[in-house]
């Protein structure tokens, strides 16, 4: 069984930083990608930031500049550094890991229960 635990987020007022991490435990074989995605009020969710195990980057032109990825492949955890953020940041942000649980198992999906970040303005 593979958890992904948030920590992190909450509120800030607009132009300020807030960080967000994610550690994935388990029954884990290999991780290929981690990242984070967020879903607003009656939006549909979408990605953020992920980064591969090579250090590979997909940022979102939303975010570009102002959000950095970083990941500790040794300790299976994936940050994300806010700065600059605005109301429209706000949303639920959700860590995901593509991995293989086992030698012989597809690589999968998984993703973390949702931490709140709120941007006042």
């Known amino acids: 069984q593979v958890q992904l635990v948030e920590s992190g987020g909450g509120s800030v007022q607009a132009g300020g930083s807030l960080s967000v991490s994610c550690a994935a435990s388990?029954?884990?074989?290999?991780?290929?990608?981690m990242g984070w995605y967020r879903q607003a009020p009656g939006k549909q969710r979408e990605l953020v930031a992920t980064?591969?195990?090579?250090?590979?980057?997909t940022i979102a032109g939303s975010v570009k500049g102002r959000f950095t990825i970083s990941r500790d492949i040794a300790k299976n955890t994936v940050y994300l550094q806010m700065n600059s953020l605005s109301p429209e940041d706000t949303a639920v942000y959700y860590c995901?890991?593509?991995?293989?649980?086992?030698?012989?198992?597809?690589?999968?999906?998984?993703w973390g229960q949702g931490t709140q970040v709120t941007v006042s303005s």
């Open positions: 995901f890991a593509a991995l293989a649980a086992t030698s012989m198992a597809p690589t999968e999906d998984y």
């Open positions: 388990g029954s884990i074989f290999r991780i290929f990608a």
């Open positions: 980064m591969t195990n090579g250090g590979g980057t």
